[in-house]
C-alpha cells in the first residue's frame, strides 16, 4: 500500500458521511495533498486486499422524498431468475433486487425494493414490471419504517498493526 497515514486518513474517510456531489474526494484530496485518483486507488487497493468488504451509498429514501416505499415478492419464472431479476433491476425505481431461497410453502424467490412518491407511482412501477416480465404473481409488501442506517466500520488498528507486521518481515 502506499503511505500509511494517507491510507488511514482515506480509510477514516470513507466509514463517515460523504457529501453526495460531483466529486466527493475532491476536498479531502486537497486537505491531504493528493488527488482524486490517489484516494480512489486507496480505496481499490483496500478492496482488493479485503479490507474493506464493499463501498457503497446509502439511500435515505424518505428524505429523498420517496414516502411510498415496499418490497415486492415475485414468483419467477424457475431456470429464468437471472434474466427477470435484470429486467427488473434496470428500473430506476428498484434500488435492491435479490433472488434468495425460501421455504417450500412461501411461492415467492425474488424481491425488489421499489421506492415511489405515491402509491399510484408504486403501482405503476409494478405494473410494468409486470407487463416487462409476464410475471403476474406477486405479493407487495408495505414499508412502515425506516431504520436507521449506518455506514461500515472497520477496525482499522488491527489492519495497521498487520501493516506494520508486513513491513517489518
Known sequence: MKNKLLTKKVAEF??????????PFKPLAAQLDCTEADIVSIIAELKAKGIIRRFGAILRHQQAGFTCNAMV???????????????????????????????????????????????????????????STGIDNYQVLHSVKEYKKVSMRYELEDWLKAWDEEESR
Open 14 to 23: 470513507i466509514q463517515g458521511h460523504i457529501d453526495p456531489v460531483h466529486r
Open 73 to 131: 415478492a415475485w414468483q419467477a419464472p424457475l431456470g429464468r431468475e437471472d434474466e427477470t431479476g435484470q429486467k427488473m433491476a434496470a428500473y430506476p425505481q428498484v434500488s435492491h433486487c435479490y433472488l434468495r431461497q425460501v421455504p417450500g410453502d412461501f411461492p415467492y424467490q425474488l424481491f425488489t425494493m421499489i421506492h415511489a412518491r405515491s402509491a399510484e407511482e408504486l403501482q405503476d412501477v409494478v405494473n410494468a414490471i409486470v407487463k
